[in-house]
């Protein structure tokens, strides 16, 4: 069965420096979501991407984020300058029409 | 503010029982509810949908309610196994959005 998939699945980063977490949605999806999760809290949306385009953001995804989808395949979430505050597990998303699929997150730790 | 709440925040059971949880939502206009399981250290998985029309959706084990008038459903699980054992969030998406807003969910711990 397709799935999502992300890497890295931990990653380290020490506060200020710049981080790439990356994903593979399911073939054929057309929509797709980046959501966080800080532990022991609820699942946070940040934003949606359709047609090349952000569709949807809330108030978190500000301007030290940004998200990609260099090549076709891949759809990327970068943090410019990480803080402390970062530190989450990230999930990604892909949709085809109603249901959205959740990869199996990335845990970042900002030190 | 556009709130999904659920309860109980956490639960015991034993193998082989059922048990039935809880969410209250204040989205509006409403679009459709899912249910979601997550175990630790994964992402959620989507377990059932059910729009404005439906009020009764069942997947195996799990049966869904959706009473779209007081805003709430429920999720029954029958025969409880330990792979149960999970977090079980309820997701809500408002009409004219492709976000969802998650509850808190309720941690389900099934013992032998």
């Known amino acids: 069965e397709p799935e999502v998939t992300q890497t890295p699945s931990h990653q380290v980063t020490q506060m200020g420096q710049e981080v790439i977490l990356r994903c593979v949605p399911i073939?054929?999806?057309?929509?797709f979501y980046w959501y966080r999760q800080i532990l022991g809290q609820k699942v946070e949306f940040l934003v949606s991407?359709?047609?090349?385009?952000?569709?949807?953001k809330s108030e978190i995804f500000d301007d030290q984020f940004s998200v990609e989808r260099p090549d076709g395949s891949n759809f990327t979430l970068k943090i410019r300058s990480t803080k402390l505050e970062d530190s989450a597990m990230y999930f990604c998303?892909?949709?085809?029409?109603?249901?959205?699929?959740f990869g199996p997150g990335t845990r970042l730790t900002v030190l | 503010k556009n709130q999904v709440e659920q309860s109980p925040q956490s639960l015991i059971i034993l193998e082989g029982k059922n048990c039935t949880l809880q969410?209250?939502?204040?989205?509006?206009?409403?679009?459709?509810l899912r249910w979601y399981k997550q175990d630790t250290g994964r992402g959620p998985v989507s377990l059932t949908i059910?729009?404005?029309?439906?009020n009764t959706k069942s997947n195996g084990r799990y049966t869904a309610t959706l009473d779209a008038d007081t805003k709430q459903s429920s999720l029954h699980i029958t025969a409880s196994q330990l792979s149960d054992s999970a977090s079980y969030i309820c997701?809500?998406?408002?009409?004219?959005?492709?976000?969802?807003?998650f509850g808190s969910g309720t941690r389900l711990l099934v013992r032998p």
């Open positions: 059910m729009t404005f029309s439906e």
């Open positions: 998303a892909s949709m085809d029409t109603d249901t959205q699929y």
């Open positions: 969410c209250n939502y204040t989205v509006s206009p409403f679009s459709n």
């Open positions: 997701v809500v998406r408002g009409k004219g959005s492709y976000k969802l807003i």
């Open positions: 991407f359709y047609n090349n385009e952000i569709s949807e």
């Open positions: 073939s054929n999806h057309l929509y």
